[in-house]
């Protein structure tokens, strides 16, 4: 089994800079994509951005330029540095591990961008 701790969240004002963790542990598969989605009060959950184990990314064209994720593998810990936060970005940010027959959520972390 994988286990994932978040880290992170908080109240930040809008401009400012929040940088989420995301800690996995277990049984790591090599070939893996750990990713952040989010989901606001009343609406979907989507995809933030993902980053598989060889390093390729993609990003949600909202959050494009302004948040970046990273990832150590010998540390099996995902990171999204958020820049530039906006109101909208207002969510619960939750970790997704996934590889071709598995996938996990963590526990979401809250991210409020108010002044």
């Known amino acids: 089994q994988v286990q994932l701790v978040e880290s992170g969240g908080g109240l930040v004002q809008p401009g400012g800079s929040l940088r989420l963790s995301c800690a996995a542990s277990?049984?790591?598969?090599?070939?893996?994509?750990m990713g952040w989605y989010r989901q606001a009060p009343g609406k979907q959950r989507e995809l933030v951005a993902a980053?598989?184990?060889?390093?390729?990314?993609n990003y949600a064209d909202s959050v494009k330029g302004r948040f970046t994720i990273s990832r150590d593998n010998a540390k099996n810990t995902v990171y999204l540095q958020m820049n530039s936060l906006k109101p909208e970005d207002t969510a619960v940010y939750y970790c997704?591990?996934?590889?071709?027959?598995?996938?996990?959520w963590g526990q979401g972390t809250q991210v409020t961008v108010s002044s």
């Open positions: 980053i598989i184990s060889g390093g390729s990314t």
């Open positions: 997704n591990y996934a590889t071709k027959n598995y996938g996990l």
């Open positions: 277990g049984s790591i598969f090599r070939i893996n994509t």
